[in-house]
């Protein structure tokens, strides 16, 4: 289970980084189908699969919002610097 949340986190930090929040749709979807199937391969219990389901949505989106804020922050220091570069040439 926590390889099922830091594997979603980690897939959502790089779907945050390059693309819009639509992507979540087709990824959660994918994400859905291949845990559903691995559920009807191995027998496990509906509740046990859609608390993994709720699990991995969840640590999709929490990553997919890390990516995006490390986005703004990789952006706001390249500005800083710009900033302080000019600052010191003046």
Do not use: C, H, W
């Amino acid at each position: 289970m926590e390889i099922l949340i830091t594997g979603g986190a980690f897939l959502g930090a790089l779907l945050g980084r390059s693309f819009k929040v639509l992507i979540l749709v087709p990824a959660s979807a994918v994400l859905i189908a291949l845990l559903l199937m691995k559920a009807g391969f191995a027998g496990n219990p509906l509740l046990n699969s859609l608390v993994k389901i709720a699990l991995l949505i969840a640590s999709l989106e929490l990553g997919y919002v890390t990516g995006l804020i490390s986005t703004d922050i990789s952006a706001a220091v390249q500005s800083f610097r710009g900033f302080r570069t000019r600052l010191r040439s003046t």
